[in-house]
Nanobody, 122 residues
Framework: QVQLVESGGGLVQAGGFLRLSCVASGGTFSSYAMGWFRQAPGKEREFVAAINWSGDLTYYADSVKGRFTISRDNAKNTVYLQMNSLKPEDTAIYYC???????????????WGQGTQVTVSS
């Protein structure tokens, strides 16, 4: 059983930046692909970014490409999401997830964190 705990959310002005962290425990972190998803009020959970087990393959939603960067440190059991040039439409609860493949579909991810709120003011 893998436990995931996100941190780093908060309130930021448009154009600002945040770095989210997700620490894993209870499993072999380096064997999992990791993903970040987000869910805004009244909307479905959507894919943001994913990274393979070794960190050399990354994938992004078109809406965040060029602004967000996913990375991981297997020695620290941590995956990061650096978010730059934030926009009000990035406001959501952000979740990290662990699964077998770095894909878009949430169903592939077996373990989920509780989420961290990101609010971007205009």
């Amino acid at each position: 059983q893998v436990q995931l705990v996100e941190s780093g959310g908060g309130l930021v002005q448009a154009g600002g930046f945040l770095r989210l962290s997700c620490v894993a425990s209870g499993g072999t972190f380096s064997s999992y692909a990791m993903g970040w998803f987000r869910q805004a009020p009244g909307k479905e959970r959507e894919f943001v970014a994913a990274i393979n087990w070794s960190g050399d393959l990354t994938y992004y939603a078109d809406s965040v490409k060029g602004r967000f960067t996913i990375s991981r440190d297997n020695a620290k059991n941590t995956v990061y999401l650096q978010m730059n040039s934030l926009k009000p439409e990035d406001t959501a609860i952000y979740y990290c997830a662990a699964g077998s493949l770095p894909v878009v579909a949430p169903i592939v991810y077996k373990y989920w964190g509780q989420g961290t709120q990101v609010t971007v003011s205009s």
